[in-house]
């Protein structure tokens, strides 16, 4: 008698996703196929279900699988960049859509809500998200999603996915998530109701800093993700190959990673709270977090991504920055590496992050480590 078998813990599955073997040649890690076309019959008949590779390809579909168990998705669909896949979320709305965005995200989506956006006849309204009465209110007949960011770049803001998604579907909308910040191993959105989940797979799933790319995971695998893939194969928002592969294979170390993020994160938040020449820490792992509780039910951890305000604004943020030997001044995140960033200085004309904030992306050198460089840096 064969007992079903039990759901896999994330560690398994980020392991043996779209990992089995390659039947030709019984090689255990994936092969690339770098090959733009597939050969098909005279009459196009296709061999092994490829055509060309804007449409379909081995290593996107490895990928495209793994992504979806580890987002615990019927369905995933990988991008040429994050940018690309919250693109294609947004293009599925008709003129005269309006849509939520949170007040503090993502610097891109700020642009694109600027400057592409409007000329498609779509509207947006920024709304503190962690306040769900604030929410409620600003919903209008034409709100057709809520685009939440949760853990928020860079103020590190949890918003109630439960809650948000409740709200969205009373009102005939759905929900987007970006959930870069948690990775699909701290959270899984897709559980709490959300309708489409997005990853800038270019941080922590890749991890190492050196791909680009994006996905979406669906909690239907229905007529939305058909016209999103459709888009995409015309618009040709594809991963490479080598990016594809890339992309899985740091699919293979992600849950062992964000363990040791999260450590070093609470062990560098906790060091700098406790600091005097830190003005405060925004970092939901901290008790003083104001959604801390929320944090701690609806996330595994609290992840490797924080932000600090240095006490006596932004000259005294830029000499900490600029002392730092471990942590390398760059943007970007997810990385095995620490990095630190002064924002509003990279946000440039449309600057919003406060002037004494730093965001740091904890990687996976030693705490001491950590601690030392932070330690001289800001005495
Ligand atoms: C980096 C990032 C994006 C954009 O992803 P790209 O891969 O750079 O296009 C979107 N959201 C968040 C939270 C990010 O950190």
């Not at 994936?30 to 060309?52: C, K, M, N, V």
């Not at 709490?192 to 797979?201: C, E, H, K, P």
Request: hydrophobic share 45%; net charge negative.
């Amino acid at each position: 008698m064969s007992h079903p078998p039990r759901a896999l813990q994330p560690e398994t599955l980020a392991i043996h996703a779209g990992a089995e073997p390659d039947p030709a040649t019984g090689a255990v890690a994936p092969p690339i196929h770098l090959s733009t076309t597939f050969r098909h019959g005279p009459a196009g008949e296709s061999e092994a279900g490829y055509e060309y590779v804007r449409g379909a390809n081995p290593g996107q579909d490895r990928l495209e699988a793994a992504l979806a168990a580890i987002e615990g998705a019927p369905a995933a669909l990988a991008f040429a960049s994050g940018m690309a896949a919250i693109d294609h979320v947004f293009a599925e709305f008709p003129p005269g859509t309006h849509v939520l965005l949170p007040n503090d995200y993502y610097h891109g989506v700020r642009t694109l809500a600027r400057e592409v956006l409007p000329a498609r006849g779509i509207t947006t309204q920024m709304v503190d998200q962690t306040d769900l009465d604030a929410v409620r209110a600003a919903i209008t007949p034409a709100t057709r999603m809520i685009w939440a960011e949760t853990p928020s770049n860079p103020q590190c803001r949890i918003s109630d996915l439960a809650a948000l998604a409740q709200l969205a579907h009373a009102h005939g909308a759905i929900l987007g998530v970006d959930s870069t910040f948690a990775s699909p191993v701290l959270q899984q959105p897709i559980a709490l109701g959300a309708d489409i989940v997005m990853q800038s797979t270019t941080k922590y799933i890749a991890g190492h800093s050196d791909v680009l790319g994006g996905s979406l995971a669906f909690a239907q695998r229905d007529e939305r993700y058909e016209r999103i893939s459709r888009r995409r194969y015309i618009q040709g928002a594809v991963l490479s190959p080598f990016n594809a592969w890339l992309t899985l294979r740091g699919i293979r170390t992600l849950p062992a990673r964000m363990a040791w993020h999260c450590r070093n994160a609470r062990a560098v938040a906790q060091f700098l709270a406790a600091h005097p020449a830190v003005e405060c820490v925004h970092y939901p792992g901290l008790s003083s977090h104001p959604q801390h509780a929320l944090a701690a039910r609806q996330m595994r951890d609290f992840g490797g991504m924080l932000s600090v305000r240095i006490l006596g604004g932004r000259e005294a943020a830029l000499a900490v920055a600029g002392k730092l030997r471990v942590f390398t001044n760059a943007t970007s995140l997810g990385g095995v590496e620490s990095l630190i960033e002064h924002r509003a200085s990279v946000e440039g004309a449309h600057r919003v992050s406060p002037e004494n904030l730093l965001r740091v992306s904890v990687g996976l050198e030693h705490p001491d480590d950590l601690l030392a460089d932070l330690d001289q840096a800001l005495d």
